[in-house]
């Protein structure tokens, strides 16, 4: 990829040979080392790439999908959006990325649960979160960008665990799912605003204000 250093792009290639490893041996040094056969990749150059062997490989896997999410939108045709619906085409983006490793994701998802794995999935998480609202146009840097990105979190992690058991062919469960998610998030946001209403002198104080 033009204009990022050639071990990130080793990384890419690797986690997603490694991919196909993680259903029958988890984010482990094992799936690490026999994407790395496929590919043909030495094995020094893999023990630089991911000095920690299957925990850095699950910790790029939020980076990697971050970056195909975000080359998969037109940046044009997202523009034309209304922000809610930039949100929802940024996570369909983010789920049809992982649709082929869904059973990887589902042990990714029991490998984070682990101790040494929680403050990492939270900061991945959260950074997927401001990731989505860049791209959907959000400059904000007051009080109401922490609170659109908490929320956003509660939105992509409700409805990646939806889509991890959904069993349709077509994922319109998921899709049915993620516009309720949306509709609750501005439902918050005009409640809010009624309350700003009544507040009077206060109401510019609200982080929630005209934020979808």
Known sequence: MTGRPARDDQRDALLEAALAHVPFDGWSARSLFAG?????????????????????????????????????????????????????????????ILEPHREAMRRAVAARLLPANALSAAGSTWRTADLIWSLAGDRA?????????????????ATFLYWLDDRSLDGAPTRAFLER??????????????????????ARLNPLRRWW
Not at 141 to 157: E, H, N, P
Not at 181 to 198: H, M, N, S, Y
């Open 36 to 96: 790395a056969r496929d590919l043909e990749m030495d094995p020094g150059l893999v023990r630089r790439l991911f000095p920690r062997g299957g925990d850095d490989l699950l910790g790029h896997l939020e980076a990697w999908a971050d970056r195909k999410m975000a080359a998969a939108v037109d940046r044009d045709e997202l523009r034309d959006l209304r922000v809610r619906d930039r949100i929802r085409t940024l996570i369909e983006a983010r789920l049809e």
């Open 141 to 157: 840097r007051d009080s109401s960008y922490v609170t659109k990105r908490a929320i956003l979190v509660g939105v992509w992690t």
């Open 181 to 202: 998610r949306i509709d609750d998030a501005l439902r918050i946001g005009k409640v809010r605003a009624r309350f700003d209403e009544l507040t009077g002198p206060f």
